[in-house]
């Protein structure tokens, strides 16, 4: 089955740069999307077809993908970005598919 | 806006059967499949399945012996039903749109509250 490995926690100072890295074979072959969960709630959207930015999400949010990584990658992090995120992607074989998601701690 | 609101049973025992609806409003209901997701601490989000309108239906291979999905267009209604749930089954529910055209392209927004359901005896 396809899986997609997350890095468990990332840490950041406020103001600086959080990557946040998603690895699945030849992930950069097809598209992958970005969800935000903060505690309580339901995830959120804030990356699709590896670039996308819905409405209303901040340009400080901002996706790539290629070779066998995507990477959710966030300028400027602010104390309302720590959250956990996942990554999401679409497999011939399971479907959709999730990874385990990393969570992003605001020093 | 497409708000989803569901609901169901929250508290299960072993064998027993999950049954779960959501409602859409806000938005069209047609040309969308309308997808189930849970989340569990020891699986994280796993995708269940999905249903459109004409009643077609695609289920995660590991949970398509246990699982149906229904839908009622006249009340923007879908619903799931998870039968001979264990204590693996516990996590929390939630009904979601997909958007996107290719498979390959779908991404899911805007999820429900969620419905944390529990299996124990």
């Known amino acids: 089955s396809y899986e997609l490995t997350q890095p468990p926690s990332v840490s950041v100072s406020p103001g600086q740069t959080a990557r946040i890295t998603c690895s699945g074979d030849?992930?950069?072959?097809?598209?992958a999307s970005w969800y935000q969960q903060k505690p309580g709630q339901s995830p959120l959207v804030i990356i699709y077809q590896n670039t996308r930015r819905p409405s209303g999400i901040p340009e400080r949010f901002s996706g790539s993908n290629s070779g066998n990584t995507a990477t959710l990658t966030i300028s400027g992090t602010q104390a309302m970005d720590e959250a956990d995120y996942y990554c999401?992607?679409?497999?011939?074989?399971?479907?959709?598919?999730f990874g385990s998601g990393t969570k992003v701690t605001v020093l | 806006q497409v708000q989803l609101q569901q609901w169901g049973a929250g508290l299960l025992k072993p064998s027993e059967t999950l049954s779960l609806t959501c409602v859409v409003s806000?938005?069209?209901?047609?040309?969308?499949?309308w997808t189930w997701i849970r989340q569990s601490p020891g699986k994280g989000l796993e995708w269940i399945g999905e249903i459109n309108q004409g009643g077609t239906t695609n289920y995660n291979p590991s949970l398509k012996s246990r699982v149906a999905m229904s839908i009622n267009t006249s009340k923007n209604q879908f619903s799931l039903s998870l039968n001979s749930v264990t204590a693996a089954d516990t996590a929390i529910y939630y009904c979601?749109?997909?958007?996107?055209?290719?498979?390959?392209?779908?991404?899911?927004?805007?999820w429900g509250q969620g419905t944390p359901v529990t299996v124990s005896s």
């Open positions: 806000g938005g069209s209901f047609t040309g969308y499949f």
């Open positions: 999401q992607a679409w497999d011939t074989s399971t479907s959709y598919v």
């Open positions: 030849k992930l950069g072959n097809t598209f």
């Open positions: 979601v749109q997909k958007r996107g055209m290719a498979a390959a392209e779908n991404w899911f927004d805007p």
